[in-house]
């Protein structure tokens, strides 16, 4: 069985279970939201157009928050993090290329800063506590893992992963790493977009619509109706 279809057979499963446990993707998304604080350093920077990369498990879901933030240019899934050129989805799937499925996101700084992406990452994004995995994903491609692209975000994402282990609001030790910044390359068309094309999917209304409810009531400054796509 491929990877695509195992996630499928996982998101069916799930779905009949959290209904049943939580009734609801309501409570799904009350239940994994996290509040963090505001960034003690922020650094803003001065551009118009700047770049991050984020991993945080199954990139249909990063890409589907992030697409929805307002300021976000562009949100592309991809790969990023090992040292195979060219990576293909099946190949990454395997969990030994070093690469994770990541999400490069482009967005204007005057309109959201780095500082406030690291807040929905870890609010809404991510559990930083889960080693190698994320929700059903398991292996080191769903890692949790930030890809600061210059000084500036590597000084905030260490400040801020620092303040949050500081804060001690999850029961298990923070496991995000900060890893340096390598090739991106971006993947398949069939990933992009797919949380907004496919959101009847079973893993997509389990995993991740409750993700971007969530974004909606934790951050309504930063929430946009309309999500960013690829394909436009």
């Known amino acids: 069985m491929s990877p695509f279809a195992s ?9 009949g279970l959290g209904y049943a446990l939580i009734g609801g993707t309501s409570g799904l998304a009350a239940e994994s939201v996290v509040r963090v604080p505001v960034p003690a ?26 697409q929805h933030v307002k300021g976000v240019t ?50 809404v994004v991510a559990d930083p506590t889960q080693l190698n ?21 590597l000084k905030v ?15 298990k030790p923070i496991v995000t790493r900060i890893e340096r910044a390598q090739a991106f390359y971006p993947a398949e068309s069939y990933h992009q977009d797919y949380l907004t094309l496919h959101p009847n999917a079973g893993y997509i209304r389990v995993n991740d619509l409750p993700k971007v409810a969530a974004l909606k009531t934790l951050y309504p400054r930063l929430w946009r109706e309309k999500p960013v796509l690829v394909r436009s």
């Open 7 to 15: 996630r499928f057979l996982a998101g069916a499963a799930a779905l």
């Open 41 to 66: 350093v922020v650094a803003p920077a001065t551009g118009s157009s700047e770049t991050a990369v984020f991993a945080g498990g199954c990139f249909w879901g990063v890409q589907g928050v992030f």
């Open 74 to 123: 562009s949100a592309v899934s991809g790969y990023t993090g090992g040292g195979l050129r060219g990576p293909s989805y099946e190949r990454v799937s395997e969990g030994d290329t070093g690469h994770a499925e990541s999400v490069k996101v482009t967005f204007d700084p005057r309109l959201v800063s780095y500082a406030d992406l690291l807040r929905v990452y870890f609010s």
């Open 133 to 153: 995995a994320q929700g059903p994903d398991v292996g080191t491609q769903y890692r949790s893992a930030l890809f600061p692209t210059n000084e500036r975000q």
């Open 157 to 171: 994402a260490n400040a801020y992963l620092g303040q949050l282990k500081a804060a001690k609001l999850w029961t």
